[in-house]
């Protein structure tokens, strides 16, 4: 399977650094082209959450060079990709935690983190940064670890009263700042023309998935300049309708 790809990001209209940090990895491996995209969103204040989702990002770099490809010459275990990828987590987390504690600030990070290999996507995920999978219609892979997305489940908030809500921007966990973390893990069957949307919150707060959609869908991703051209479009939209985080997108279409 080959793919086309696009990332975006922005420091926005108010924040005086951009936190989040994104990685896009491809190989050719026994199993095929195999691809990486990871998506963090770093919490903490200036240059502390950039610190956050960086340590996160570069643990997944290093495993995708080191361990991956053992993992795929020992035969590719669904199962041993999510321990792995826990693993991974629990060490950031605890090593995170540690730094922030040892100098008197909390920092952490959201996690986002995309395999496909073969003709199957795996993902994993802490926080809200979220993926789509747009092909027909637009289908949100993950939920949003958040208190507004709890208090929706237990049927206490509507999803308008959740957009309007002040604590709409409240996790319920993030890498370097819970002391447990529950990663969320997921997969499913990919199709050649479907197309990957991972996105920070920034990117999302103030903008549809349909307008994502009309911008990102199958029939619009045709290129990789094509994709690069219309995340920024939709960069650009949301900072017209003033959304104040910073905003990042990776876009994956498989082919």
């Not at 240059?47 to 960086?54: F, M, N, P, Q, V």
Request: overall charge negative.
């Amino acid at each position: 399977m080959n793919f086309l790809t696009a990332v975006h990001t922005d420091i926005g209209i108010k924040k005086k650094t951009n936190q989040d940090s994104a990685l896009i990895l491809e190989a050719n491996t026994a199993k095929g082209k195999v691809l990486l995209a990871v998506i963090c969103d770093g919490m903490g204040g200036l240059a502390k959450g950039e610190l956050a989702s960086a340590t996160v990002i570069r643990a997944f770099d290093e495993w995708f060079k080191d361990e991956l490809p053992v993992i795929i010459d020992q035969g590719f275990d669904a199962e041993i990709l999510r321990r792995g990828w826990e693993d991974i987590i629990y060490q950031v987390n605890t090593r995170v935690g540690k730094y922030g504690r040892e100098n008197g600030f909390n920092m952490g990070s959201t996690l986002l983190a995309l395999l496909i290999c073969e003709d199957n996507y795996y993902i994993i995920y802490v926080g809200d940064t979220r993926a789509y999978l747009f092909d027909s219609i637009p289908i949100q892979l993950t939920k949003d670890q958040t208190y507004v997305q709890r208090e929706i489940d237990m049927g206490r908030m509507t999803p308008e009263e959740a957009e309007k809500s002040p604590k709409r921007n409240m996790l319920l966990q993030c890498v370097g700042a819970s002391d447990i973390i529950d990663p969320e893990f997921v997969s499913g069957q990919v199709k050649p023309g479907q197309v990957f949307i991972l996105c920070s919150d920034g990117f999302r707060h103030v903008i549809s998935d349909q307008e994502i959609y009309e911008r990102l869908n199958p029939q619009m991703a045709v290129s990789e300049q094509a994709m690069t051209l219309n995340a920024a479009y939709l960069t650009d939209l949301n900072k017209y309708r003033q959304e104040t985080d910073n905003i990042t997108v990776i876009a994956v279409r498989a082919d």
